[in-house]
C-alpha cells in the first residue's frame, strides 16, 4: 500500500517528491530545519501547502480540489513531545481518537491497544505519573487506536534516555510485524533510521536527494551532498581515464592509480567521489600483496578510541593535504601498533568506491 508525495511550497520551502513503499518502516532524515516535520505534517493534513499531491494506492487525500480533513486520513499520529492530554488518564488519552464509537467499544479498544503498547496495568494514571518511556507508548497505543493504514512518528525517541531508546525500537519493530502498516518516521539520527527502517528518504532544504532501501542509500550516496549528510568525510576529487583493451576504468587520485569497478563505472573525466571509512582497510604488515590492487601508502596523523573502535586519519603518500580516515576495532590499533607516525598501507577495493554524482543527487 504505497503512499505518493508531491508537495510544494514557499514557507517552508518544500520541493518535494517521493514514494513510501507499502507495509514498511520509512525513515525521513535531515538535519534541523530541512522541512521533516513540515512534510509529515502535509501528509497529515495539518499543513495545507502551496501545491499538494498526496494518495495512498491511488486514493487521493489531497489534489486539484481535493484535501481531506485529518480526521477523515487513515493515519495515527505520534507528535514530538507526545501531545498526551495532562487532565486525562492512559485509557482517556486513547479513548480521545476513539469518539465514535460507543463508550463500551471504546473502552474495550483502548484497552487491546493500551495491552498491544504495553502499557497494561498503568489504565488509570495520568501523564505526570508517567515516564518517558511509558508516554511514548501512550502515545503509541492512541496512534494505532484507530487502526491506521499510515501511521506518522515525528522523532518520537528523541526525549528518552538510551537504553530505553533501545527497548522502545523493539516494540516498534514488534507492533509493525504485528499490524503491517505503513510507518514514516522522522529522525535526525542515522542510526536509529539504520536498526529501524527497510527503506531511506534524503531530506534537505526541503528537497528528497536521495531514496532506496536503507543500506543502499547509507553505503552509496548518489551526490555529495548526500554523502556528507551521511557523515561520510572521505570525499575527493580524482580524474577518470578509461581502460585500454576492455581493462577497467582508472581513477587517479594524486599520485595513486585506481582500479574502478567496471559495473556503473563514471565516464572519462574529472570526478568528486567517496570511500567509507569502514571501506579503508588495513593491510596487515605480513600479508602478501598479490592479487591486490588499490594499496595506498600512508602515515597515521591521528587515533581517536571511542570504546571498542578507533577513529584514524591519514595522510596518503605523495599528498599531505589530503586527510582519509579509517576506522578500525581498537584491538586491530593495538595489535598491529597503528600510532601517529606509523607508516601503514591501505587497500581501497574497486567496488567501494562511490562516484558522486555533480549537483543534488535526484530520487
Request: proline share 6%; glycine share 8%.
Amino acid at each position: 500500500m504505497s503512499l505518493e508525495l508531491e508537495l510544494r511550497h514557499d514557507a517552508p520551502p518544500l520541493d518535494f517528491v517521493a514514494r513510501l513503499p507499502g507495509a514498511a518502516i520509512t525513515a525521513l532524515v535531515g538535519p534541523s530545519g530541512s522541512g521533516k516535520t513540515s512534510i509529515l505534517r502535509a501528509i497529515a493534513g495539518l499543513l495545507r501547502v502551496r501545491h499538494a499531491r498526496i494518495a495512498l494506492d491511488g486514493e487521493r487525500w489531497d489534489d486539484e480540489g481535493v484535501h481531506r480533513a485529518t480526521r477523515e486520513r487513515p493515519i495515527g499520529l505520534v507528535p514530538q513531545g507526545y501531545a498526551l492530554f495532562p487532565h486525562l488518564t492512559v485509557r482517556g488519552n486513547v479513548e480521545a481518537s476513539l469518539l465514535h464509537l460507543a463508550a463500551t467499544e471504546r473502552r474495550a479498544r483502548a484497552d487491546e491497544c493500551i495491552a498491544l503498547a504495553h502499557v497494561a496495568g498503568l489504565e488509570e494514571r495520568r501523564p505526570g505519573q508517567l515516564s518517558g518511556g511509558q508516554k511514548q507508548r501512550v502515545a503509541l497505543a492512541r496512534a494505532i487506536a484507530r487502526a491506521p493504514k499510515v501511521l506518522l512518528l515525528d522523532e518520537p525517541f528523541s526525549s528518552v534516555d538510551r537504553s530505553t531508546r533501545k527497548r522502545l525500537h523493539i516494540e516498534l519493530r514488534r507492533l509493525h510485524a504485528r499490524l503491517g502498516n505503513t510507518v514514516l518516521l522522522v529522525t535526525h539520527d542515522l542510526e536509529e533510521a539504520a536498526q529501524l527502517a527497510s527503506h531511506l528518504l534524503l531530506v534537505r532544504h526541503g528537497r528528497l536527494l536521495q531514496a532506496g532501501p536503507t543500506h543502499e542509500v547509507l553505503t552509496r550516496p548518489r551526490c555529495e551532498e548526500a554523502a556528507r549528510l551521511l557523515d561520510i568525510a572521505n570525499v575527493f576529487d580524482g580524474r577518470v581515464e578509461p581502460g585500454r583493451d576492455g581493462a577497467a576504468p582508472t581513477l587517479t587520485w594524486g599520485p595513486h592509480a585506481l582500479t574502478l569497478a567496471r559495473e556503473g563505472a563514471p565516464a572519462p573525466g574529472a570526478l568528486r567521489w567517496a570511500v567509507l571509512a569502514n571501506n579503508v582497510l588495513l593491510v596487515r604488515p605480513d600479508k602478501s600483496r598479490e592479487g591486490l590492487v588499490n594499496l595506498v601508502d600512508a602515515t597515521v596523523d591521528e587515533v581517536i578510541e571511542l570504546g571498542s573502535e578507533a577513529l584514524v586519519w591519514l595522510s596518503a603518500a605523495g599528498m599531505p593535504s589530503e586527510r582519509l580516515q579509517m576506522r578500525l576495532p581498537v584491538r586491530a590499533v593495538r595489535r598491529y601498533a597503528v600510532r601517529r607516525g606509523a607508516a601503514v598501507r591501505v587497500w581501497l577495493r574497486a567496488e567501494d568506491i562511490v562516484p558522486l554524482a555533480p549537483g543534488q543527487g535526484q530520487p
